[in-house]
């Protein structure tokens, strides 16, 4: 006959549960309960009966292992930080959705951190996170001048810096998606909205834009571009360099905006000069945000895979993290062209400028 092995007295109510507190319950070695509740390998060797009064215990008396006791005895966190512009940025969180569908599998947390794109807390948040042990960095449409302690995976990313994997959209072949689709349907006139120096992509993305331009023989004077001004993610950073465009009187049928956000604003303004879109003006956005579809007219855009950009940006971080694999500077991504409702052939009849 197998004799049950006796208990102890039950903890005393608002007693901290420990590894002693449930032996001495248990009379088990606190050894003994820390394999089976880790799982370690060594747990085999313990009788099932024995595993299942610890994690009966466990789960009666609410025991949770100290985080900071398996970090110490791991050298892990299980935490990574995480940097972006603005938490309300519709790009961003996907992003930051395809990025936590990953860590929550892989069971890690993560801390983030939204600078509003001011250097000094882009310089101080890494810090402020480092001292909170993260194992790595997520950068997201964050523009970083130099190299860091830990593995960093920017996401848009552009800059050659050691230490950084970017993950980024090939840009020229998203100038090639949108401009030659714009050519293919009569647009030769294409007005052009730059994006902000403190936008990662900016620069590159109006590169490219620029280099197809004159590959496609696109002439593109200095009267058919307008500079985004305002560092909010918001509408009115696209409404603002269409009025101008057509306040100045510029002659164009097509509209290329930065991102969708901006697109947006632009066919506000659009509107608030009698003009409509796409009749009078074709516009095409950038990212395809969730939204994008469901404007009216519903926007014609370049497709960034933002939550498969998360999830690739924290596969390779935890990679990176745990020695498993190396990784080129540069991850590309690429584009797809989404055609809606903002594009159509131009309106050969209608006037320079403001509509009457």
């Not at 309300?88 to 990953?102: K, R």
């Not at 890690?108 to 001292?131: G, V």
């Not at 970017?166 to 994006?195: T, Y």
């Not at 969708?260 to 066919?267: K, M």
């Amino acid at each position: 006959m197998v004799t049950r092995a006796k208990t102890g007295a039950e903890p005393q109510p608002g007693q901290p549960i420990s590894l002693r507190t449930l032996g001495e319950y248990l009379n088990l070695s606190p050894a003994t309960i820390s394999l089976v509740l880790n799982n370690a390998p060594g747990v085999r060797s313990i009788p099932q009966e024995t595993r299942d009064r610890v994690t009966g215990a466990a789960a009666k008396f609410d025991y949770r292992p100290s985080f900071y006791a398996r970090s110490l005895r791991k050298r892990q966190t299980f935490s990574i930080g995480v940097l972006v512009p603005d938490l309300n940025d519709h790009y961003v969180t996907q992003v930051l959705s395809g990025m936590e569908e990953l860590l929550i599998e892989e069971g890690y947390f993560y801390l983030t951190a939204s600078h509003r794109r001011k250097p000094d807390l882009i310089e101080e948040y890494p810090r402020l996170l480092l001292d909170r042990c993260v194992e790595g960095f997520i950068l997201i449409d964050t523009v970083l001048e130099h190299s860091m302690k830990l593995p960093v995976v920017a996401v848009a990313g552009h800059r050659k810096i050691e230490g950084v994997t970017n993950v980024v959209l090939d840009q020229r072949r998203a100038a090639e998606l949108a401009l030659r689709h714009l050519v293919q349907l009569g647009h030769r006139k294409i007005a052009f909205m730059r994006g902000g120096k403190w936008s990662s992509d900016a620069d590159e993305r109006w590169e490219c834009q620029m280099t197809v331009a004159r590959e496609l023989k696109l002439e593109v004077p200095p009267e058919l571009t307008a500079q985004i001004e305002l560092r909010e993610s918001t509408p009115a950073m696209g409404f603002g360099p269409a009025n101008e465009l057509v306040n100045r009187g510029a002659d164009f049928t097509a509209l290329v905006c930065y991102n969708d956000v901006s697109a947006f604003g632009a066919i506000r303004a659009l509107v608030d000069h009698g003009l409509r879109a796409p009749q009078d003006v074709s516009v095409v956005g950038f990212d395809d945000i969730q939204s994008a579809a469901y404007h009216n007219p519903s926007l014609t855009t370049i497709r960034q895979p933002l939550y498969h950009m998360g999830m690739v940006a924290a596969r390779i971080l935890l990679q990176r993290i745990r020695g498993q694999a190396t990784f080129p500077a540069t991850v590309p991504i690429l584009p797809e062209l989404v055609i809606r409702e903002s594009t159509c052939p131009p309106n050969l009849r209608r006037g320079r400028g403001k509509r009457n």
